[in-house]
């Protein structure tokens, strides 16, 4: 166990639809992250925030937003849902700021975009 | 820019044989390296990581990498594999700015 919880699991939806995954960090953790993993495209990161701040910008698409709440924890919104985003999406915590700290990863919200 | 390159995207061995994992990473500073494992229907667990200091570095479960800066690799090896390292290995590269970028991954199986 990480200590990193994702909800919900599994999550299926129609295109055009508006979801919300939801990443509780480890407890102490100041970073959160966040990592689509598609099998063609791999574990692609997407954002991060450190205390509250967006701190880094990957492949995020404009369609999809973030934010990270006092308590910490943080929230991914899909909107516009398109077939291509069908992916297992990780939340990561690490107690650094860079990218130099060890990333302890949830299980994964595994959608399913019909 | 930073990027992994993990030549392999899967491997089979034979169950006590040994095992190398290649990875290769693009970086202009020393960068910090990691390997983590995914198990089927599981987040990723870090095995080992690399800072500064003595190039060879042990993780869990019996693995080791070792860092060549000459030739920007950091290959992940264990002596004798068992079949629950069945999984798939991440090489990871963490570059001192806030983001840590993934390799494609390696599928490792493991046959009787």
């Known amino acids: 166990d990480s200590g990193v919880t994702q909800t919900p699991k599994h999550l299926i939806t129609a295109t055009g639809q508006r979801v919300t995954l939801r990443c509780s960090p480890r407890s102490g953790d100041l970073s959160v992250y966040w990592y689509q993993q598609s099998l063609d495209q791999g574990l692609q990161f997407l954002i991060q925030y450190y205390n509250g701040e967006e701190r880094a910008k990957g492949n995020i698409l404009e369609r999809f937003s973030a934010q990270q709440f006092p308590d910490l924890h943080s929230e991914l919104n899909l909107s516009s849902l398109e077939l291509g985003d069908s992916a297992l999406y990780f939340c990561?915590?690490?107690?650094?700021?860079?990218?130099?700290?060890?990333?302890?990863f949830g299980e994964g919200s595994r959608l399913t975009v019909l | 820019a930073q990027s992994v390159t993990q030549p392999d995207i899967h491997i089979t061995v034979s169950e006590g044989a040994s095992l190398e994992l290649r990875c290769n990473y693009s970086?202009?500073?020393?960068?910090?390296l990691f390997w983590y494992v995914q198990s089927p229907g599981q987040g990723l667990q870090l095995l080992l990581k690399?800072?500064?200091?003595?190039?060879l570095v042990q993780g869990i479960k019996g693995f080791e990498a070792e860092f060549k800066r000459s030739q920007s690799s950091f290959n992940l090896r264990k002596p004798s594999v068992h079949w629950s390292d069945a999984a798939e290995y991440f090489c990871?590269?963490?570059?001192?700015?806030?983001?840590?970028?993934f390799g494609a991954g390696t599928r490792l199986f493991v046959k009787a």
């Open positions: 990561a915590s690490s107690a650094l700021a860079g990218g130099d700290g060890e990333l302890f």
């Open positions: 970086y202009g500073a020393t960068p910090y």
């Open positions: 990871a590269v963490g570059t001192g700015g806030f983001k840590t970028i």
């Open positions: 690399y800072f500064s200091g003595d190039t």
